[in-house]
């Protein structure tokens, strides 16, 4: 295995830092709900995709966003779903 090691570099501009972080986050995700959702049974990966916006909507209350944030936060959570369960299910994508 590779060895990782963290590096701080606060000279970055900070909304570069942060569009990087996002960057890496997707990436991240997507690995994550791939493996996570990679089933042989479709309606199992669908119940966790449930649940994880369930979650979603929980912290947003947890968070007390505002309903135009959580809406965000809703819609971006489907979207990254979307997309991991049709390359997972590429015959059942719509």
Same mark, same amino acid.
């Given at each position: 295995?590779?060895?990782?090691?963290?590096?701080?570099?606060?000279?970055?501009?900070?909304? !570069?830092?942060?569009?990087?972080?996002?960057?890496?986050?997707?990436?991240?995700?997507?690995? !994550?709900? %791939?493996?996570?959702?990679?089933?042989?049974?479709?309606?199992? %990966?669908?119940? *966790? %995709?449930?649940?994880?916006?369930?979650?979603?909507?929980?912290?947003?209350?947890? *968070?007390?966003?505002? +309903?135009?944030?959580?809406?965000?936060?809703?819609?971006?959570?489907?979207? *990254?779903?979307?997309?991991?369960?049709?390359?997972?299910?590429? !015959? +059942?994508?719509?």
């Amino acid at each position: 295995m590779t060895t990782i090691s963290a590096v701080y570099d606060p000279s970055h501009d900070p909304l !570069a830092a942060l569009e990087a972080r996002m960057v890496v986050l997707e990436i991240v995700t997507m690995s !994550a709900l %791939a493996m996570a959702l990679d089933t042989s049974d479709p309606v199992q %990966a669908s119940s *966790l %995709a449930d649940l994880i916006l369930e979650t979603v909507d929980q912290r947003c209350g947890e *968070l007390r966003l505002s +309903q135009e944030s959580r809406n965000t936060a809703a819609n971006y959570a489907r979207a *990254l779903l979307a997309t991991a369960l049709a390359s997972l299910y590429p !015959a +059942q994508a719509h």
